[in-house]
C-alpha cells in the first residue's frame, strides 16, 4: 500500500511532489450565514446544530481543496487506482447483522484521462473496456463543470430529469407490492452522485470545492469529525439518510479532507427482495420477484457496503504502476 507522500509525489507525468486527489459542496457570505446559524444554535441548544456544522466543516474541506497544488493529466494518460471493497453475500432467507463478516475485494485500475477506456489488472491479465456511468468520465469534462455549486446541482438534476420521472412511475405503479423498488432519487441521489464524483475521478481543485459546497446545499447532510473509515483510520464522515434505512457516508481525511472512502450502513431494519430492471420502448421497468423465504433481512447497525482508495497517481499507459 502507497502512503500519501508517496502517492502525492506520483500525481504529475514529471513526478513532482503534487496533490491531486481529494476528488466522481458556501462563498464567503455563506459561511458568514452559516456560522450565525451556528451562533445561535449554540444559544439554543449549547452547540451548533447538525446542518449548520455540516455547513461549516464542508466549508472548510472546499477551501483546502481549493489550496491544493495540482497539475493536469494529459488526454492520453492514465489515473491509476487502488481500492478496496467490503461487501455481505447474504442470500435469501438469511440476516444482515453488524457481526455478519464481510467479504473484500482489491481492484487495480487505470481510466484514460479521455474518458474513452478503463482496464482493469485481473488475476495478471489486463482487461480493457469502454467506461460508462451516471457522471462525467473523462478529465476535460470535469474540469469544465460549473464552479458555482448551486449550478452544478442544477447540471445533474437536468441530466437526470429523465430518470427521476421513471424512478416516479415506478414507485406509482409498485406501491404496496411485497417486493416493491425503491430506488434512490432525488438529494439523496444527487449525494451519491456528487460522492461518485469524489471516489471514481480526477478532479481540479475549483471543482472539489464546488462539490463540497454542493453537498452542503443539500438538506439532511450531517458530518461526524470522530468517524473511522473502513480501514479504522480516524476520519471525518459526511453522511445523508437514504431509502428510509440506509446511511450513506463519504470518508475524509480529518486534516487535509482529502477522500478516503465511502459506506452504506443500515440504520434501520430492512428487507432486501430480488428484483431487476429492464429497458422497454427505451424506459426503464422494474420485475419484482418475491423470494418464497421472504428475502435477506438487512437489521440496523449491519454495514451494507464499504470502500476506500488506498492509491492515486498518474501513469503513461495500461499496466503501468507508479
Not at 502507497?2 to 491531486?20: I, W
Not at 482489491?106 to 484521462?113: D, I, M, V
Request: cysteine-free; proline content about 7%.
Amino acid at each position: 500500500m502507497l502512503s500519501r507522500a508517496a502517492v502525492d509525489r506520483r500525481l504529475t507525468p514529471a513526478r513532482v511532489a503534487r496533490r491531486k486527489w481529494a476528488v466522481r459542496a458556501l462563498a464567503v457570505a455563506a459561511v458568514a450565514v452559516v456560522v450565525t446559524a451556528g451562533l445561535t444554535a449554540v444559544q439554543l441548544y449549547d452547540g451548533p446544530t447538525p446542518a449548520a456544522h455540516a455547513q461549516v466543516v464542508l466549508a472548510r474541506a472546499a477551501d483546502a481543496a481549493q489550496a491544493r497544488s495540482f497539475g493536469e493529466p494529459r488526454p492520453d494518460q492514465w489515473i491509476y487506482t487502488e481500492t478496496r471493497t467490503w461487501f455481505h453475500k447474504a442470500h435469501d432467507g438469511e440476516t444482515v447483522t453488524a457481526r455478519t463478516p464481510l467479504e473484500s475485494e482489491a481492484e487495480t485500475a487505470w481510466r484514460r484521462a479521455d474518458g474513452e477506456l478503463v482496464a482493469h489488472d485481473r488475476d495478471g491479465k489486463l482487461e480493457i473496456h469502454n467506461l460508462g456511468g451516471n457522471t462525467p468520465k473523462d478529465y476535460a469534462t470535469i474540469a469544465a463543470l460549473p464552479t458555482d455549486p448551486e449550478a452544478l446541482l442544477a447540471l445533474f438534476r437536468e441530466r437526470t430529469a429523465r430518470r427521476e420521472a421513471v424512478v416516479e412511475r415506478i414507485r406509482e405503479r409498485f406501491a404496496g407490492h411485497e417486493a416493491a423498488p425503491n430506488p434512490v432519487s432525488g438529494d439523496e441521489f444527487m449525494f451519491g452522485l456528487l460522492r461518485t464524483l469524489l471516489s471514481d475521478n480526477l478532479v481540479p481543485p475549483e471543482v472539489e470545492a464546488t462539490v463540497f459546497r454542493a453537498i452542503a446545499l443539500l438538506p439532511g447532510v450531517t458530518v461526524n469529525e470522530a468517524a473511522t473509515d473502513p480501514e479504522g483510520r480516524p476520519a471525518l464522515a459526511v453522511s445523508l439518510e437514504a431509502r428510509g434505512w440506509l446511511r450513506s457516508e463519504l470518508f475524509l481525511d480529518p486534516e487535509t479532507f482529502a477522500y478516503r472512502g465511502t459506506r452504506e450502513t443500515a440504520v434501520r431494519d430492512h428487507t432486501l427482495h430480488n428484483g431487476f430492471f429492464v429497458w422497454r420502448g427505451g424506459e426503464s421497468a422494474f420485475s419484482p420477484s418475491p423470494s418464497p423465504t421472504g428475502g435477506r433481512l438487512i437489521e440496523a447497525g449491519a454495514v451494507y457496503r464499504q470502500s476506500t482508495r488506498t492509491a492515486i497517481a498518474v501513469v503513461d499507459e495500461p499496466g503501468q504502476r507508479p
